[in-house]
């Protein structure tokens, strides 16, 4: 084991999966016991023949996995590989159903995703491969990748094997998503919710027709000592947005005190220091991957606002945050090769602080490193308050209003035709300098939303936050959600809530 940390994967994420797992784990034993009779039947009817035949031929999927594309409009149909492991003198016809998968992830819904089905493939003699035609229909609108389960359920002529290492006996088929990203979100801290209250705190999400969920994946706290990880928080949002089919964009940055120097201690944020050892960041965003990766998340966000001197200190550096961006997108690439990674969202700089670079300059300063060229989207977090998103009156430069000119940076560097993502955005409300009215929250809100809309290069637009970090009205920090501490809706939540009735 050495120092590698372990993962606590004997707990099970939710008793729901753990249900699951059961099932399927008997429905495999019923499998293989299937198989042992037919490849004793098949072994019979050679010995009755009078033929002694050294293996027997099986059928299967050559991987577990398989993806299709989903298309732009209508049904069409993909096809999906099946195989025998060698040439039969006969031919030999198998059997096989099209249906909703069951297991934990993104699932596609029959009728509106795809097209449940079953029906029989037959191998001529001598041919040892042929397709599963899988009806996949085509929308225009970004949501996660689905997962769609086919199985063989019977054959003649050839046995099928639902042991690990040879031809499978069903593969799950992932319709991968071919629309650009887009819709809104919210930025959702746990805090020490229960359960019960995240449930909720997602339904309301939906009824907002919030499509996205950004979550931290904190170093500093699931891995607060090196052999040990703590993913229970997590899990806990990533299964509720994974069974709410939205999509997580995971911030993953902030560093233990166990992978960082003894001196940044004396920090006023110690965590957001870098670590000392790189290597460190690279394998946490690889056990994040994998442990993710799987359930259907693939957007990520490596580090928050690493222009300021607040999240990196003690002063912006683009070319040491390039080498934190290059070995966490490396290791989470090497999980995921699908996986879109962002630059972590810049920030404005405030009354021309020297201890924040505006974002135009640091992602010119990224592109002269090399940086920005390896994201697959650069992400912003454009603060106009107490503005309006496009007033040209706000100070801060960065802002709202000046996102234009970040996307004009992208193109004079051939990357026009990457997606700038609004990761953060909102206003406080309360009584602290600069907060604004409920109502003037709203409205904020909602004309960036309908900005956004105008802009073919802006991808999806996420608030902060959710919920209030507090019940100070004199801490801005405390009142950007659209919920109150106790869930009670502002103004905005029922704005946005009744902008989904108006759409349906």
Same mark, same amino acid.
Do not use: C
């Given at each position: ?39 004793? /039947?098949?072994?019979? !009817? ?7 035949? /050294? ?64 029906? /029989? ?58 629309? #650009? ?212 009156? !706000? ?8 996102? #234009? ?13 990457? !997606? ?52 100070? #009205? ?31």
């Amino acid at each position: 084991m050495g120092d590698e940390p372990v993962s606590p994967a004997a707990v099970p994420l939710v008793w729901g999966a753990a249900l699951t797992a059961r099932r399927e784990a008997l429905a495999d034993k019923i499998g293989l016991f299937g198989a042992s009779v037919q490849r004793m /039947s098949l072994q019979l !009817q050679a010995a009755v023949k009078g033929s002694k035949t /050294s293996s027997t031929i099986t059928v299967g999927f050559p991987q577990g996995t398989t993806y299709v594309t989903e298309g732009n409009s209508g049904p069409q149909v993909q096809l999906v590989t099946v195989q025998l492991s060698g040439a039969s003198k006969t031919a030999v016809t198998v059997q096989y159903t099209v249906s909703g998968y069951t297991g934990t992830g993104y699932r596609a819904t029959a009728g509106e995703d795809f097209v449940a089905a079953s029906g /029989s493939v037959v191998f001529a003699p001598g041919q040892t491969s042929a397709t599963i035609p899988i009806t996949v229909i085509g929308d225009t609108k970004y949501e996660p990748d689905e997962i769609v389960r086919v199985e063989l359920t019977s054959a003649v002529g050839a046995l099928i094997v639902r042991t690990a290492g040879q031809l499978l006996g069903q593969s799950n088929v992932v319709i991968a998503d071919d629309d #650009p990203a887009s819709g809104i979100g919210m930025t959702l801290h746990l805090r020490g919710a229960d359960a019960a209250t995240v449930k909720k705190e997602f339904d309301l999400m939906a009824e907002m027709g919030v499509t996205w969920v950004r979550i931290d994946i904190d170093w500093s706290a699931v891995q607060s000592t090196k052999r040990r990880l703590d993913w229970a928080q997590t899990d806990l949002l990533v299964n509720e947005a994974v069974a709410h089919q939205m999509n997580v964009l995971v911030m993953l940055g902030f560093t233990p005190a166990w992978a960082r120097s003894s001196a940044t201690q004396s920090l006023a944020e110690p965590t957001h220091a870098r670590p000392t050892d790189l290597a460190d960041f690279a394998k946490f965003a690889q056990l994040a991957a994998q442990r993710y990766a799987p359930l259907g998340v693939s957007s990520w966000e490596v580090w928050n606002e690493p222009n300021t001197a607040k999240f990196w200190p003690t002063m912006p550096d683009a070319d040491e945050y390039g080498r934190v961006f290059r070995a966490a997108a490396t290791a989470i690439r090497g999980v995921d090769p699908r996986a879109t990674l962002l630059i972590g969202g810049l920030s404005p700089q405030y009354d021309g602080a020297v201890s924040e670079t505006p974002p135009v300059t640091y992602l010119e300063q990224l592109y002269a490193n090399g940086t920005a060229q390896l994201a697959d989207a650069i992400a912003v977090h454009p603060y106009s308050y107490p503005y309006l998103p496009m007033d040209p009156a !706000q100070p801060q430069e960065g802002g709202f209003y000046d996102l #234009p000119a970040l996307q004009a940076v992208m193109a004079s560097h051939g990357d026009g035709g990457k !997606q700038v993502w609004i990761t953060e955005f909102g206003a406080p409300t309360g009584t602290s300098v600069n907060a604004v009215s409920e109502d003037q929250q709203a409205a904020i809100m909602l004309q960036a939303r309908d900005q956004v809309a105008l802009w073919n290069w802006a991808g999806p637009l996420m608030y902060y936050e959710l919920v209030d970090g507090g019940t100070d #009205p004199a801490n801005g920090e405390q009142n950007f959600g659209v919920l109150r501490a106790d869930l009670s809706l502002k103004a905005a939540a029922r704005a946005l809530m009744d902008a989904v009735t108006v759409r349906l």
